[in-house]
């Protein structure tokens, strides 16, 4: 029975540092924690768009930065866990959140009210007095609105709502197929001769993985986020690098139901109509706006400076190995592994 009166998630962590209470959160406290936080955020949003009072920094930006603690912390934790130790029931809650997130920051986003306000004190930004800090929060907001799309109208903001909607589906589909392939591809090893060069804490966790498999008496090493995989700084077995390298490069492209490149070319597609509304050429020319270089000519620029020296420096790298296998007769190429 549960006798707790409050879901842990919306309330403040009394541990050092607002650290989760994860000796109090279950998954079931997840769905209806974010789905409460959501509720309470929305409530947050109108009462500023419903203030009598004329726009302030204080009664719009100030608030509006202080709204919403309770879904930015359950939400943080909830995908802290399903990107370190998920399982099945918290990848049903994510898929099952997606859209529903997604549509709730648009709420937000593209709320005219909020937007009103907001673009009231930037219009006037050189009259409030404001310090560089406050000045430059005030912009962040205003850029961050017009970004979302907050300055379509009608059928634009429609189509945008439902380009976002998708989106957050398909990313979540791809974050869970990524993760789900990254398990499919577990390299079993069934000679533990094989390992030479592991230390024992990492054979006792190969050991260890291939019991959960059922694999008893065998050892499997689990794949990393990053191409380059840690064994292969350890194993002296090259034929087991190449399996594993070979491994690691292939995920998610072996055609089979955790494949994404069709997901990733929707997602393509969708990101070139969004940044089409919001009257950019192109995604990237979106995504760089706000960054330092500003554009992707700029960007490319510095990557057509960088790339010659970087691949002239890796093929030296990679003649001097090859010198190396030669001088010591090793009788193989050098490759990736």
Known sequence: MDTRTVNPLLEASDLPFGAPRFDR???????????????????????????PEAPTFENTIVALERCGQDLGRAASVFYNLTGSATNDE???????????????????????????????????????????????????HHSRFVRAGALLEGAERERMKALNAEEARLTTRFAENVLKERAD???????????????????EAAAAAAIAKGHAGKWVLDLRNTTTQPALAELKDRALRERIMRASLSRNSRGNAYDTRATLARLAQLRAVKAKLLDFPTWVHYVMDDQMAKSPDRAMELLGRLAPAAAANARKEAARLQELVDQQEGGFTVEAW
């Open 25 to 51: 959160i279950r998954e079931a406290d997840f769905r209806p924690a974010i789905e409460e936080a959501m509720s309470r955020q929305l409530a947050e949003v109108e009462a500023i768009v419903s203030a």
């Open 90 to 140: 918290l990848q049903a809650i994510k898929a099952d959140l997606a859209p529903k997130l997604a549509e709730h920051r648009d709420a937000i986003s593209l709320n005219e009210g909020l937007f009103a306000r907001i673009k009231d004190l930037y219009d006037r930004r050189d009259q409030l007095g404001l310090d560089p800090v406050d000045a430059r929060l005030l912009e962040k």
């Open 185 to 203: 591809m577990a390299v079993l090893v069934e000679e533990e001769a094989q390992l030479e060069g592991l230390s024992h804490a990492t054979l």
